[in-house]
């Protein structure tokens, strides 16, 4: 079940998997520029990864097509991304980098496809910073199902969340 942030009414997907949110005073913080970057997240994946046939995902699904509780997880891996990594994030931003693109070499670095944080176009120290960091975060699946598409939990969400493997 989807909650709503007490302070900003952002929706935080279901509470139980957003313990940190509901601690903070500041929460604008989270938010932003999270729910900017969230769909430009989910299309990166959508476009990257492909069916059992090969095929990528974008050519039958849109972000619509992803389950909620998936979307609350994108949610959460971003902002924890955005949170871990705000300076860096902030000296991108003071030299024209944007959120979109950050959130598109964010899904392809974690999951170590050719292109990221790591291949040039970021400059030092921050390149290396967001591709460990985005490493820590494992990689992700996605799996086209009868009811949309669903994101695999990493490892280090089922630990930050106490899930068991």
């Not at 990166?44 to 039958?60: M, Y």
């Not at 000296?91 to 959120?99: I, V």
């Not at 496809?113 to 975060?137: I, K, Q, R, V």
Request: glycine share 8%.
């Amino acid at each position: 079940m989807n909650e709503q942030c007490p302070s900003c009414g952002a929706d935080i997907g279901p509470s139980e998997h957003f313990p940190w949110h509901l601690d903070r005073e500041d929460c604008r913080a989270i938010h932003e520029p999270v729910e900017t970057v969230v769909k430009e997240y989910l299309t990166t994946a959508l476009w990257a990864e492909t069916d059992e046939e090969g095929d990528p995902l974008n050519d039958a699904y849109t972000v619509a097509d992803i389950d909620p509780e998936s979307v609350g997880f994108a949610r959460y891996d971003v902002a924890a991304f955005w949170a871990t990594n705000r300076e860096a994030i902030d000296a991108l931003h003071a030299l024209g980098f944007e959120d979109g693109q950050i959130a598109h070499d964010f899904w392809l670095t974690r999951n170590r496809h050719g292109a990221g944080f790591w291949d040039g176009d970021y400059p030092e120290p921050h390149a290396s910073t967001l591709t460990d960091s985005a490493h820590a975060f494992g990689e992700q699946d996605m799996y086209p199902g009868d009811d949309g598409i669903s994101l695999s939990q990493t490892q280090l969400r089922r630990s930050v969340l106490g899930v068991a493997s």
